[in-house]
């Protein structure tokens, strides 16, 4: 009897686990309701807005800080300053960090790619420290840095005091700006290389393995994440920023200040949800489509001049409602010699009388100007032709 008794309570033990790591989402065909104290929905591609609640209120959002330093140093990677084979000394500071963290030994070296995967996919404190000092000499110098990021970015209600998101005065962001921090973190292949990842591990110098865990839960059980930041404290409650792709449509939420960490997930869910059930994508422009406009190039040795847009143009609009989408190209007059990439005008979206987005029209290949023998040839054909 006792080892039924054993074995009913290991299961049950097993299940309780199981659901923290497996939580059930619900799905929101209107507009959610939230316990969070703000949320803020946006489509990737265009830049609107879907939804949002109390969106700029200067709030704590814990370790959604790393976000900023993620960003920086993939940065620094893209512009060869650094790379992820570079070894990284950790200091007595960056092994102290309290709060989440993957135990990195004072005076050992680990690569830089282990520390931004632990950062990531684990949330560590420790390895974020170390990462600013390496990048800028001291998580001091780093918090400058990630100020002035925040400024470039437009990031209006944010302000840093650390490179973790552990709790420090006039440390605070919003859900508009984590969301459109995100944007840019997604703009990195390097971030890709380890958002998705649930499970993996960080081999220490000695020998010793520490197991990482993805914070954010969504990358495995809801469908198209690929990316976002976890974060929770006492004062920040539960924060999250995620981003998921169906299709040609990219959306970015962000829940901060939900009750629990069950909530957070789950409202962040519902706001996800909202964005796919209710809107669609529509690329209206190809950029690798040509253009049937004629191009007008004075002296230009070739007749017929290919012009495309310069970006891919997307339309978001509620499903159903794609219709009377019309676009008007607006080019000017052009002198040879012309090169690949040049700027000869504008396409205009327009949607109900309205211009709702726009990109520059380029030349898609070089343009020659007429030389003195193609001058002369031109002037002896004339000749041949009238005589």
Known sequence: MKKYLLAFLVFSCCLAVLSLFNPVFTYASSQPDYTAKSAYLMDYNSGQVLYEFESEKQMPVASIVKLMTINIVCEKLENGDISLDDKVKVSDKAQGMGGSQVFIEAGGEYSVGDLLKSTIISSANDASVALAEFVSGSEENFVTLMNKKANDLGLKNTNYINCTGLPAPNQYSCAKDTALLLKEVLKHDDYHKFSTIWIDSLLH????????????????????????????????????????????????????????????????????????????????VDKSIMLQEQ?????????????????????????????????????????APL?????????????????????????????????????????????????
């Open 339 to 387: 090169f690949k990439g040049k700027v000869v005008g504008k396409i205009f979206v327009i949607k109900n009388s309205e211009v709702v987005a726009e990109s520059d029209v380029v030349c898609c290949e070089d343009v020659q100007s007429v030389g003195f023998l193609d001058n002369i040839e031109k002037i002896a054909e004339s000749w041949r032709l009238k005589s």
């Open 205 to 284: 110098p000695k020998g010793r393995e520490t197991e990482l865990v993805n914070t954010n839960k969504l990358i495995r059980y809801y469908e198209g994440c690929d990316g976002g930041k976890t974060g929770s404290t006492n004062e920040a409650g539960y924060c999250l920023v995620a981003t998921a792709k169906r299709g040609d449509m990219r959306l970015i939420g962000s829940v901060l200040g939900a009750k629990s960490g069950k909530e957070r997930f789950s409202e962040a869910s519902n706001l996800l949800n909202y964005g796919f059930n209710n809107f669609e994508n529509v690329k209206v």
């Open 295 to 335: 191009l007008v190039v004075k002296n230009a040795k070739q007749q017929n001049i290919n012009i495309c847009a310069s970006e891919d143009v997307y339309l978001l609009t509620k499903k159903g409602d794609s219709s009377d989408i019309t676009t008007k190209v607006d080019l000017s007059v052009q002198k």
